[in-house]
RNA sequence: GCCGAAGUGGCGGAAUUGGUAGACGCGCUGGACUCAAAAUCCAGUGAUAGCAAUAUCGUGCGGGUUCGAUUCCCGCCUUCGGUACCA
């Protein structure tokens, strides 16, 4: 039946083959990097346009214009500016707006491991691959100019019908803050500005100090003479802060003064210029006005350096306690805005800033570019090649760059990555090649539109298919890939939009988010610092007593749980045999200590505390993913061996609703393997031999029938798969119950099994004597004629309490309901010397008497 | 902390628009078949009391709306997912 599937244009590998390390996949992907890198978003247009309208607007009016309306942060040159740059220095500067563009970031650098990590594969600072230490390192990187479609990914949310939870985590992230953009002078020097970006403009008045990053590029040219010292020891030391360390000391207050003084472009007033790593880099401007009478982290700040609050709201109360950042009230001590309210400051603010010319109303996103290169040797080459520290495309043509051979798939000596060990691989034999590959979510960006038209050779689809399918239906993925995958498949979707090459501006109409099957993930504990130069291992209640006792910090490293005894129980545990298997694996902890209440295990050998034995090293159990990473995948092939593929897709069906995580168990799996096989009974015999009649089938044989068709047309659609499998066990009951062997019921029933049990289906689809297949036959109606029942057992309830139920023709008006019920003794009993105030009917549901 | 989702028998779960709470399955108990077991079939299975009919309680906790609430409203608790000094 696989070949027959394979026949229908079901090919089980079909996806597989098109996203691995495939020569036509990887050409449509670097194409489209390049139309990226070909490419600059104009704000103002509100769409990608091509590189060189750009170059002709520079070249006419430099980027006055364009810097609005792309990116505030680049430079500011005339068209003269432009006019005297060479090539290179053109080169240069457009890729401060190409949609692509190289940039140095800081990224998790692991120097055992020689590559970058991303953030999912650090865990409490260590790599979860070997346990070393990860660092934060400035690395040049190729990155995305996402941000520049932060306004349209956040409003196609709109016209999606995806889950709201998703679409809020994807709010959240991109993170659009509206605010002001204000520019503090310094009071010294008013050529120089720290310019902030606020959302609570309405409070400048209360701003008693400044405060930046430390990694703020003003940093050194406020610093006075007699505060260079402190300040430079205060940038190193935060500096060298991992950020690990940074997230487990949130509430402690730090900072240093710089020993200049800005002024407040609203009020005049002076104020001291702070630096504090509660100030990201990153955001903004990384500079805050701090109001300390409106900001918890402000008053902190304050109190802890014995700063001024000042209240800036009549209704504010209690600054001496903490700060009140509601917006109730009306301003007192702010000259420009006493006596308003929040709803009239604001505008008015800004307004005053616009027209003096010291800030705007300003919209900021939490979201930042997307950093899309990886120092590792699979995943598609950049299609770039760098001369003279300038990078340049491949032209189409050129495409596929495809992955060199390499001797080792590991760094160089020089920390290169792996295809830095090519020899020989260089344009025209002469220019270096970007050394980085892209990410996994560059391929998964796009892959439908090939799926589309996959064996085209003149583009990723053709205007005609893309015309055709459009967009994906139903999208069905992991919430896990809220903030990465979908919103980059966003993303490049906007774009390929914006190019007339997407013919919808959201890939996917609906997505459903299936719930995880999840496994069980073995943790074995690890002490973060090396005892005598060897790993240590504990047990995980020594762990917990040492961690109690004396704080020492251990990491959980995942391990395979076939070394575990017991394993997903919570006496989980490592034998020595399991010990040593863990140890033939990871050959990195060959001199590692293992330690248990029962002793040590090192160099092979069990060294007793006491009398014991053996050692049971305790391991830690969580329910989380079933994933590679975590050595917990259970292979489903095992299960099919046993009980056939049908079976293990239903049980995973019946499990729960889809939408749902579970952990992956087999303890029900007998019940759907039974039920298959009953269903089976109805064609055969007990000995074997087929028993389907061409009998006229009879009325509540038909009843049955069209109920399930009706249930499960239904449940398909709101995928309830769970209940649709409930339902046939329901008809499969009835039907044998009734001893029902009719062609006529059966053959019906085949096709609304099909998509659930294809293989079974198919099979007795042709033991029924049909030739072609059942995944091609038409879906059955229902026909309501046979649901309509003749009596309707009516539950009767007094006050809400169903107390009996009894049968009324079908054809009963409520009012004859009421009527009769009114009439029957057998309520009367239930009445107690009350009376019936009023009869509730509701037609075809149920009938309650109110007594009183 | 903030955002989101969810809490129903011993277990997975059902109840679609406010209308018989616990469908279906697992497990468990008893029975049939068998020398015996497996498999299969039949019956029972929310709790408490009762031989039973039946009664009372029962959808995380406390209130409310309603003839009627797992479902709607208010206030809590817990768990899970996301995020984390975002100015």
Redesign the pocket.
């Known amino acids: 039946y696989r070949q027959q599937l394979d026949n229908l244009g079901f090919s089980f590998d079909w996806r597989r083959e098109v996203r691995t390390s495939n020569p036509d996949y990887y050409r449509w992907t670097q194409w489209i990097f390049l139309r990226l890198f070909h490419h600059y978003y104009d704000q103002a247009a509100g769409k990608a346009l091509p590189i060189e309208a750009l170059e002709t607007r520079l070249a006419a009016e430099g980027n006055a214009g364009v810097k609005a309306a792309c990116d505030e942060h680049t430079p500011r040159i005339t068209a003269a500016d432009w006019a005297a740059m060479d090539e290179q220095a053109r080169a240069r500067f457009l890729l401060h707006y190409r949609l692509t563009f190289p940039e140095e970031s800081f990224v998790n650098w692991c120097p055992a491991l020689g590559t970058v990590l991303s953030?999912d594969e650090v865990k409490d600072g260590l790599s979860e691959r070997g346990g070393h230490p990860v660092e934060r390192k400035l690395m040049k990187q190729w990155s995305m100019r996402i941000t520049a479609y932060a306004d349209r990914l956040l409003e196609g949310l709109n016209t999606i019908d995806w889950?709201?939870?998703?679409k809020?985590?994807q709010?959240?992230?991109i993170?659009r803050?509206q605010?002001a953009s204000v520019r503090f002078p310094l009071a010294d020097h008013s050529e120089t500005e720290i310019e902030?970006?606020?959302?609570?403009?309405d409070t400048i008045y209360g701003v008693t100090f400044m405060?930046l990053?430390p990694e703020h590029e003003l940093v050194s040219q406020l610093t006075t003479d007699t505060q260079r010292a402190a300040v430079e020891e205060y940038v190193r030391w935060a500096a060298s802060r991992s950020d690990v360390e940074?997230?487990a000391?949130?509430?402690?207050?730090?900072g240093v003064f710089t020993g200049s003084y800005c002024i407040n472009p609203v009020s005049g007033e002076q104020v001291p210029v702070y630096l504090?790593?509660?100030?990201?880099?990153?955001?903004?401007?990384?500079?805050?006005?701090?109001?300390p009478s409106g900001?918890?982290?402000?008053w902190?700040f304050a109190r802890h350096f014995s700063l001024p609050v000042v209240p800036i709201l009549d209704a504010q109360q209690g600054l001496e306690e903490a700060a009140d950042p509601t917006k109730e009230g009306r301003y007192i001590n702010s000259d420009l805005i006493n006596g308003l309210g929040y709803a009239e400051a604001v505008p008015r603010l800004i307004n005053w800033l616009e027209s003096n010319g010291k800030g705007r109303g300003k919209v900021?996103?939490?979201m930042r570019n997307a950093v899309f290169s990886r120092q590792r040797y699979w995943g598609e080459p950049v299609p770039v090649y760098w001369k003279e520290g300038i990078p340049y495309p491949l032209s189409d043509s050129e495409l596929p760059l495809l992955l060199p051979e390499v001797d080792k798939y590991l760094p160089t000596a020089t920390g290169e990555p792996p295809l830095g060990r090519a020899e020989g691989w260089k344009y025209e034999d002469q220019y270096e090649y970007e050394l980085s590959t892209m990410p996994g979510w560059a391929g998964s960006s796009w892959y439908w539109y090939r799926y589309m038209d996959p064996h085209n050779e003149g583009a990723f689809a053709s205007p005609e298919a893309l015309a055709y399918w459009k967009d994906v239906d139903l999208y069905v993925g992991g919430?896990?890939h809220?903030?990465?995958h979908l919103l980059y498949s966003r993303f490049w979707n906007h774009f390929l939009y914006d190019l007339g090459l997407a013919p919808e501006r959201e890939f996917a109409k609906k997505l459903i988010n299936q719930g995880m099957i999840q496994g069980i993930i073995e943790y074995l504990m690890l002490q973060k610092d090396k005892v005598d130069g060897h790993s240590r291992f504990v047990s995980a209640d020594i762990a917990k007593e040492e961690q109690e006792q004396y704080g020492r910090e251990f990491a959980r490293m995942p391990i395979h749980v076939d070394f575990v005894a017991e394993y997903g129980t919570p006496n989980s545990h490592l034998t020595e045999q399991g010990i040593q298997q863990f140890i033939d694996w990871r050959p990195d902890f060959a001199t590692a200590i293992f330690e248990s209440k029962e002793g040590i295990y090192r160099d092979g050998s069990f060294l007793p505390a006491g009398d014991a034995a053996s050692m049971q090293l305790q391991t830690v159990s969580e329910?989380?993913k079933m994933s590679k990473r975590y050595f917990n995948v259970v292979n489903p092939d095992d299960v099919v061996a046993k009980y056939g593929a049908d079976c293990f897709r239903m049980y995973e069906m019946?499990?729960?609703?889809i939408?749902?995580?579970?952990p992956w168990?087999t303890?029900?799996?007998?019940?759907?393997?039974?039920?298959l096989?009953?269903f089976r009974?109805l064609f055969y015999t007990e000995a074997g031999s087929w028993a389907v009649t061409d009998e006229q089938p009879s009325r509540e044989e038909l009843r049955v029938l069209h109920a399930t068709i009706k249930?499960v047309s239904?449940?398909i659609e709101?995928f309830?798969f769970?209940?649709c499998?409930?339902?046939?066990?329901?008809a499969?009951?009835e039907l044998?119950?009734l001893g029902c062997r009719k062609r006529a019921v059966l053959r019906e029933l085949v096709v609304v099994m099909a998509p659930f049990a294809p293989f079974l289906s198919e099979e007795l689809w042709h033991a029924l004597g049909e030739t072609d297949s059942v995944h091609r036959t038409s879906f059955p109606t229902f026909d309501p004629a046979y649901l309509q029942a003749d009596t309707i057992?009516?539950?009767i309830?007094l006050?809400?309490?169903?107390?009996?139920?009894v049968d009324f023709p079908a054809t009963a008006t409520p009012a004859e309901l009421e009527a009769a019920v009114r009439g029957m003794e057998s309520l009367a009993k239930?009445l107690e010397g009350k009376s019936v105030?009023?009869v509730?009917v509701?037609p075809g549901?149920?009938i309650?008497v109110?007594v009183g």
């Open positions: 953030n889950p709201e939870s998703l809020d985590q709010r959240n992230w993170g803050s605010g902030v970006f606020t959302t609570r403009v405060c990053a940074r997230m000391e949130v509430k402690r207050v730090t504090a790593d509660y100030v990201l880099a990153g955001y903004g401007t990384g500079a805050v006005m701090a109001v900001d918890q982290r402000d902190n900021q996103y939490r919430s896990e809220a903030v990465g329910v989380g019946f499990l729960g609703p939408e749902d995580a579970k168990n303890k029900g799996i007998d019940g759907v393997s039974r039920f096989r009953k009974a249930k239904e449940d709101r309830s769970n209940t499998i409930s339902a046939f066990m329901v499969t009951n044998g119950r057992t009516y539950p309830a006050n809400g309490k169903t107390r009996l139920t239930y105030k009023k509730i509701v549901r149920m309650n109110v």
